[in-house]
């Protein structure tokens, strides 16, 4: 092939845009929600082979939908490419997250609407938005045997990606020696300043029942006296956290301090809307509190609602809670370390009962690499403006699992979302420049990867 010149890469991201804000539209319309009351199976796949279809359609020839362990599809593909070509890996997820209350919703979630700079719908910036950026990136480029372009883009992320990670541990094979691993599912800290996410923390989620007896018991016969498994099972809880608000589990390191781009919290206020008054807890800047730290979350709690309320002791108390753990501590270590906070926490003698139901490593990316180096300076370009290097206090659990497969791979984590695209909660959307500019910025990579004759990563 021909390779084109940057410029005339770039003026085909500019010309092109029309066509990857109408994929997007069509993506969007579809409500492919992965679990939940609002999980729609056929919609998923209807999404999925929507998906094969953009790819096959700029050059992906060898696609598949590969069904997984958790009944998801996952699209699979690669290019036909020269023996020796370099390997580069382009990640997404089309799931999305339910859309909640559409009263909140300023417009309809499924639709597509531009609004000021900004496109609004269910999944536009997470992570259909990085679907686009990654189809865009190939319709600009054009056809090429001078990578070898393998496409993954799973369909059930959104509640913990098992369904991909068990597939590529029982088939390794398929996500071996790969060079470039392209994640877009991340974003950056605001619309004009483009980002790479170079650290990600590990996830631990649990579950945690104690139990005080055989049934409920009468308040007025037994209160007092007989031990109050919801209580005992608030007291573990708060014991979880300090009055700072740091999370504080005995044996765990939380001394982590985050030395990149800096998230003023005024800025962090904004971002997560905090009530007025309302400061950022812990010790730390925000940026050392959700990047370089631990930090535990109560998902939910198994208790008597309002409305059937009663004057009982409660005899049994669930609850799961979700351990975010930096890049640096050992999941397994984490692990026990919580088990062991929680069984020392337990009042009363009571019993707790600790079931690990998800583990993941934390992730940090070499920002030594060429490869890096070459794509901040892309992202730069097509922003102009500064890069950051920010972290990312949730998981993606395909990364993971790469790094297992193929731990050699030069990871980079980025997309184009912004605090503004309110990921998961209502009105989510995608600034247009951004879309653009990320898609200019993956071609023009694309053709540096082509040009590169050192080793990847070197």
């Known amino acids: 092939m021909n390779l084109k010149t940057t410029e005339t890469l770039v003026s085909a991201v500019s010309e092109g845009l029309p066509m990857a804000i109408d994929l997007l539209a069509q993506l969007v319309a579809e409500p492919s929600v992965s679990g939940g009351a609002e999980q729609d199976s056929t919609a998923s796949e209807r999404t999925a082979r929507m998906v094969e279809q953009a790819f096959r359609d700029v050059g992906i020839s060898k696609i598949r939908l590969q069904e997984t362990p958790d009944g998801s599809y996952t ?35 499924y639709v597509l609407t531009e609004l000021g700079a900004r496109l609004y719908g269910r999944g536009a910036a997470d992570c259909k938005g990085g679907i686009v950026t990654h189809v865009a990136a190939l319709s600009a480029l054009g056809p090429t045997d001078r990578l ?29 020696s790969i060079d470039v691993a392209l994640i877009a599912d991340a974003g950056n800290l605001s619309a004009e300043r483009p980002a790479l996410t170079i650290s990600l923390r590990g996830l631990l989620a649990t579950t945690i ?5 055989e049934a409920p018991l009468h308040s007025g016969l037994y209160g007092g006296a007989a031990p109050d ?5 608030i007291a573990v809880l708060a014991s979880m956290r300090d009055a700072s608000g740091d999370t504080t589990i005995h044996g765990l390191p939380n001394d982590g301090r985050w030395k990149y781009a800096p998230y003023p919290a005024e800025n962090f206020i904004e971002d997560a809307r905090l009530l007025p008054g309302i400061q950022p807890v812990g010790t730390s800047d925000p940026a050392s509190q959700i990047w370089a730290k631990p930090a535990l979350t109560i998902m939910g709690i198994d208790v008597p609602s309002l409305d059937s309320a009663a004057p009982v002791i409660q005899s049994k108390a669930r609850a799961i809670v979700n351990l975010r753990i930096p890049p640096g501590t050992d999941a397994l270590y984490a692990s026990q370390a919580l088990e062991e906070h929680i069984h020392n ?19 940090s990316v070499d920002t030594e690499s060429r490869t890096f180096r070459a794509f901040a300076k892309a992202l730069e ?18 990364c993971q699992a790469l790094l297992e497969a193929s731990p050699d791979s030069v990871m980079l984590l980025y997309g184009p979302a912004d605090p503004l695209s309110h990921i998961h909660a209502a009105n989510e959307s995608v600034g247009v420049r951004a879309l653009e500019s990320t898609i200019s910025a993956e071609v023009q990579l694309l053709k540096t990867l082509i040009l590169e004759t050192a080793p990847l990563g070197a």
């Open 381 to 398: 370009n097509s922003y102009a403006n500064e890069v950051d290097f920010i972290g990312a206090g949730g998981s993606i659990p395909f």
């Open 75 to 109: 699209v699979i593909g690669c290019n036909a490419a020269a023996p020796d070509a370099p390997t580069v890996l382009l990640y997404s997820h089309y799931d999305i997250q339910p859309v909640g209350d559409r009263a909140v919703w300023q417009s309809e979630p």
């Open 148 to 176: 070898r372009i393998v496409v993954v883009c799973e369909g059930s992320e959104e509640r913990g990606g098992t369904g991909l990670i068990q597939y590529m541990r029982k088939n390794p094979e398929e996500f071996r």
């Open 229 to 233: 498994a919801l209580a005992a099972l």
């Open 345 to 363: 926490h337990t009042p009363w003698g009571l019993e707790a009962r600790v079931t690990h139901f998800s583990c993941s490593r934390g992730i």
């Open 209 to 213: 029942e104690i139990s005080s007896g």
